[in-house]
């Protein structure tokens, strides 16, 4: 299961002084007391709109600490939330992540209405491919089953044959019963899927006169050149100099980073796997190979534990997502997400597809 409820209680009930109270345990350590307050006080009244507009929030493992620890529903990874937006019955679904997840919301639950709280919050992976460079692909490729990553835009899903995210991406490479298939577009996470799954990969290289490749090369895995802008920045160099200051660090990547870097850690998966990986495991220290509000959300649930950071790292798209930028959005119904009818129903298959999987 890759989500998980953030309260026995229902926390749109709570006063300011509860959720001051709870967002101090448990970020006071690193927040100015000033700020938690303020935050608490902007938290109580989204729960208030929240519960006007029937509403639910979604929100993702890289949210801010703030309002990670006050205002969802439900936190989780891509998977996990893409099933509660399908699930709810809420007339509203505010998506406190990236445009791509609010758009598989939109995907998966057309009849809600979808907000997104900024318009800036894109992600450099779902920027790296157009709908006419799958058209292209399959053009070169006939027959060739088309495997898109999550991180795409719905014209992107509604060319592929399946969808899949950093929890199940080998599980829905394996499930294809074909010589060959097209992963999209994660560069990184295609290397790293085409050794984990034992698959030769090559990735196209894009000319003036279309895509140019060696055809004498024996693959399974057809690549594109796309990259987390986050996830890219670690390196084996980084891994090695914490191990060299902490000899007992045990190092997490998300499966966005380098092969390079996937292979020096201890261990690689979605950001919930990565999560639960730190609530199980009995080590005094953790080197989060990801973005570093999710570290600091993990800090703050395992005190007894030390994150190392490397905190530089920041995704400027999830960052955009505030507390304020949330209470805009239910106060003023923005950024409404619309995916036109046509490309929704082609897109859904794909998704809903990879959701049978599991
Ligand atoms: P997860 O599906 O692991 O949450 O990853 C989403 C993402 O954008 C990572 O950068
Ligand atoms: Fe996209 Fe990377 Fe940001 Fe995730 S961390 S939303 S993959 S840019």
């Known amino acids: 299961m890759t989500i998980k409820t953030l309260t026995h209680h229902d926390r749109t009930e709570m006063s300011v002084d509860e959720i001051y109270a709870e967002l101090s345990e448990k970020l006071g350590a690193f927040t100015p007391d000033f700020e938690l307050r303020i935050k608490a006080e902007l938290a109580h009244e989204i729960n208030r709109l929240k519960r006007e507009r029937n509403a639910v929030i979604l929100g993702h493992n890289y949210m801010e600490p703030a309002l990670y620890h006050s205002i969802p529903d439900f936190v989780g990874d891509s998977l996990g939330l893409s099933r509660k937006a399908a699930q709810t019955d809420k007339d509203v679904i505010v998506f406190c992540g990236v445009r791509f997840m609010a758009e598989t919301a939109k995907i998966l639950n057309p009849a809600r209405t979808v907000l997104l709280p900024s318009e800036k919050a894109g992600c450099s992976l779902a920027e790296s491919i157009t709908a006419e460079d799958v058209r292209g692909l399959r053009r070169r490729f006939p027959g060739v089953p088309v495997v898109t990553y999550v991180n795409t835009y719905a014209d992107v899903k509604a060319e592929s044959d399946i969808c899949c995210t950093s929890s199940n991406a080998a599980a829905v490479v394996e499930s294809l019963d074909a010589d060959a298939v ?103 220290r953790y080197l989060l190979l990801t973005e570093c509000a999710m570290g600091d959300n993990i800090a703050a649930a395992n005190p007894h534990k030390e994150m190392v950071r490397l905190c530089s790292v920041r995704c400027p798209h999830m960052n955009e997502i505030t507390l304020e930028q949330t209470r805009d959005a239910l106060l003023y119904n923005q950024y409404v997400i619309e995916v036109p009818e046509d490309i929704r129903v082609r897109a859904y298959r794909a998704v809903e597809r990879m959701l049978a999987i599991g």
Not at 200 to 210: E, L
Not at 224 to 248: L, N, T, Y
């Open 182 to 284: 097209i992963f999209l577009p994660d560069e990184y996470l295609a290397r790293n899927v085409a050794r984990e799954t034992g698959k030769h990969i090559i990735f196209p290289v894009k000319t003036p006169h279309g895509l140019h490749m060696d055809d004498h090369i024996d693959y399974q895995m057809i690549g594109w050149h796309g990259r987390c802008e986050v996830h890219e920045k670690f390196s084996v160099q980084d891994i090695e100099m914490v191990r060299a200051q902490f000899p007992d660090v045990v190092v997490l990547a998300h499966p966005e980073c380098s092969p390079d870097v996937v292979d020096a850690a201890d261990f690689s998966g979605s950001t919930n796997a990565m999560i639960r990986f730190v609530e199980e495991m009995d080590a005094p």
